[in-house]
């Protein structure tokens, strides 16, 4: 009989924040697959957990995933875990689920804090629809072209940045999406957490102002009440949905609804185009 995979999320900042069950697992389990094991072993050793643990990372999560399938299949219990949140969301696992699904092997989430969901909730942006779109892009046209992609979203639009980036992010955002209501979120749950809310350019002003710009951010953009008037080609409209993650078949549906054609339409032009 195969054994079980657990995705668990773990605290994002503040210990205290992880479930009875999430502990009760992971003290339950074969073994721990993380991110860091140094991180993680803070957190075991908190809640006095003693359980192997094996590296899971962006680096070796090919040859990783056949190893820990293996274990899996042979009948050992396994915790996925990332360092902070919930794993899978901006952080290795994808790949193990996927074929952790593809074995017939049983896979439980256990829910948790999300530094996306957590910043959303004391935003005081609309929270009825929003656009989780996790890093921006590094390279500034890569960057400008995400942003643009999503200029027509009815809807919150969310980033996680690093804090070398957070400036240009925020000067790009300005500069794409215009002066729409932003707040970013730093350190969430932690001792120096902090809100910062303006247009995109006056809260990057005030970090520039800083001696040194630290922690981990979260960006929540308000979201556009109009939709913002695309004259790229309809190809190019495509592509740009498609780099950020979506099927093409919901990148053309996209496309077709923001510019008010039909499916048929939209693939006319792209033979055309082409």
Known sequence: MSGVL????????????????????LRSVDSVAC??????????????????????HEHNEAERTAELIARLAGGETIALVSDAGMPLVSDPGYRLVRAAV???????????????????AAA????????????????????????????????????????HRILESLEAIEQTLGPRPVVVARELT?????????TAEEIRSRLA?????????????????RPVADDRPVEDAVEA?????MPRMDAIKQVARERGLSKREVYDQLLHEK
């Open 209 to 225: 102002a800083r001696d040194s710009i630290k922690g981990e951010f979260t960006i929540l953009v308000g979201k556009s009440d």
């Open 102 to 120: 593809e074995a017939g092997i049983e896979i439980h989430p256990i829910p948790g804090p999300s530094a996306a969901l957590t910043a959303l």
């Open 241 to 245: 949905l498609i780099r950020l993650g």
């Open 190 to 198: 932690k001792l120096h957490e902090e809100f910062l809310r303006g």
């Open 35 to 56: 991110e860091d094991t140094r991180q993680t072993r803070k957190l075991l050793e908190h809640y006095g957990v003693e359980k192997p643990t094996l590296s899971y």
């Open 6 to 25: 657990y995705v668990v999320a773990t605290p994002i900042g503040n210990l205290g924040d992880i479930t009875y069950r999430a502990i009760e697992v």
């Open 124 to 163: 005081g942006l609309p929270t009825d629809a929003f656009h989780f779109a996790g890093f921006l892009p590094p390279k500034p046209g890569q960057r400008r072209k995400a942003l643009e992609a999503l200029g027509g979203e009815a809807a919150t639009l969310i980033f996680y940045e690093a804090p």
